[in-house]
């Protein structure tokens, strides 16, 4: 098994650049897929694959990976966009789906 | 309208069981894998099980194997999870998610449609 980490909390200023990063051991074999929850709703898929948009999410967002670290970067963040992140991924062995422990972003 | 709707959600003392359901509509479901995310009051999303798109491969996080039960029924275009032996430990919301691989074990992490959650409470 292994571990996805993520930084607790972060913030932006409005119309800014922000980038949310997600680290383990597995992200060195497997994607990263990346999920915004706001409160009282399902989580939201934002990010998969290599760098994958589902539709209607916007262009902001994007997503990149390097080693065992990977990240979640929103160009001009908006007001929307204040939430809860997770990263998901295999476990090391595959047969698992991990998510990290979430990163809230503020929006200020 | 690609939705999924899950059911069978209760209050269940320790011990006892519970069958959740989850329909499917608006896509081809017996091409994709499906899986159960369950997410604790103030937690985040926990994986609980996948299944791929054939019902023909199943997998489960350590703590509910031997315990729960993953299955389809493409015919009926339903997933299921059947949950014994249930502890205070598995009280949470359930989601069904549906899957953007047709199998469990793929490179890529991805559930793109939710339903609404059903809640499971323990106690």
């Known amino acids: 098994s292994s571990e996805l980490t993520q930084d607790p909390a972060v913030s932006v200023a409005l119309g800014q650049t922000v980038t949310i990063t997600c680290r383990g051991d597995?992200?060195?074999?497997?994607?990263a897929g990346w999920f915004q929850q706001k409160p009282r709703q399902a989580p939201l898929l934002v990010i998969y694959?290599?760098?994958t948009r589902p539709s209607g999410i916007p262009d902001r967002f994007s997503g990149s990976a390097s080693g065992k670290t990977s990240s979640l970067t929103i160009t001009g963040a908006q007001a929307e966009d204040e939430a809860d992140y997770y990263c998901?991924?295999?476990?090391?062995?595959?047969?698992?789906?991990?998510f990290g422990g979430g990163t809230k972003l503020t929006v200020l | 309208e690609v939705q999924l709707l899950e059911s069978g959600g209760d209050l269940v003392r320790p011990g006892g069981s519970l069958r959740l359901s989850c329909a499917a509509t608006?896509?081809?479901?017996?091409?994709?894998?499906m899986a159960w995310v369950r997410q604790a009051p103030g937690k985040g999303p926990e994986w609980v099980s996948g299944?791929?798109?054939?019902?023909?491969?199943?997998y489960y996080i350590d703590s509910v194997k031997g315990r729960f039960t993953i299955s389809r029924d493409n015919s009926k275009d339903t997933l299921f999870l059947e949950m014994n032996s249930l502890r205070g430990e598995d009280t949470a919301i359930y989601y069904c998610?549906?899957?953007?691989?047709?199998?469990?074990?793929?490179?890529?992490?991805?559930?793109?449609?939710w339903g609404q959650g059903t809640l499971v409470s323990v106690s």
């Open positions: 998901a991924s295999r476990d090391t062995s595959g047969d698992h789906v991990l």
């Open positions: 998610a549906k899957d953007v691989n047709r199998v469990v074990v793929a490179p890529v992490v991805g559930f793109d449609i």
């Open positions: 299944i791929s798109a054939s019902g023909g491969s199943t």
């Open positions: 694959g290599k760098n």
């Open positions: 597995s992200l060195g074999t497997f994607y």
């Open positions: 608006g896509f081809t479901f017996r091409n994709f894998a």
